[in-house]
């Protein structure tokens, strides 16, 4: 992991800068194609080139079972995380059949399922059946945590090999957004009366049980006090295995200069966790669909970029990461193909009455 955190670049500023110049004489009015344009140029600096193409795309799924959902957390049964884990390897679930739609690739990897799964597509790196119960004990070991970072960045280094030009992050984990809202809250520093601001109703939970899940919350980082400035430290007793695989995704995209696309709660306080191990990590990412999850804001603030698309969405899966590669495709496909003015026969003699 820490050698992979020493060795990231920043995105290359000055090709982003040509690459906005270059699009300001396409023929259009200037900035009339907005988030199309900031798109192609962050994609122009990421690959230190004008020839971007993300033709070869996937979104990475994290599967892992979490030990807070013993606590009555959850809507839905712990089976859950493996049935579905099962059907998104079938194509049967909302991240496949909209990966299928924008030729999407799904790779998915069994971190910490609380069975054992027998499929050919499934990578398995399985750390153990499901963290501990972190109202009880710390969710996981250091040394889990940190394997757990650095099984993403592995996932992205063969990627690489595999040849994908770009990463979308995905989850399946039945109570992942109670890990989730425990990780943000400590990473935020928020205090008791705070907390309740980064806890939502996951898949649809009763007042009741969403009053339970913000007290467990609460409860937990009371007795476990994780470190706000140490990220494992925080994964490892309020964490789970899918966030930390996550963070090492993002790790390993921004090592790999390869342009990572953000989807829903659980990535992006997996985002914000990788932000704070190394800042130029956010050269990196794409910020897709804004999540229903309360806590999603806070998390986009503090990270600084705005998310591209808001269409209620809260399924998590990665399920925001094939829209958000073919909003990609549309500012590609403008940088690439567009006439400029000289193409287009426009005297831009009325461009200086613009400046």
Known sequence: MEYYLQNIESNNKKMYIKAKEYIDFLAKPLGSLGELEEIASKLCSIYSSFDIDINKRAVIVLASDNGIFDEGIASTPQEITAIQTINILEGKTGVAVIAKQFNTDV??????IKCDINHPKLINRKIRKSTNNFSKNEAMSKEEAIKSINIGIELVNKAKKDGYKVIGTGEMGIGNTTTSSAVLASILGLKQNEIEKVVGVGAGLTKEAYNKKVEIIKNAIEKHKPNKNDVVDIIQKVGGFDIGAMIGVYIGCAYNKIPVVVDGFIAIVSALCAIK?????????????????????LAEKEIGLSSYLDLKMRLGEGSGCPIMFSIMDAGIAMFKNMATFDEAKIDTSYLKNLK
């Open 277 to 297: 191990l190394n800042s130029k990590i956010k050269d990196y990412m794409f910020l897709s669909h804004k999540s229903m999850e309360k806590g999603y804001i």
């Open 107 to 112: 790779i998915v990897c069994d971190v910490g």
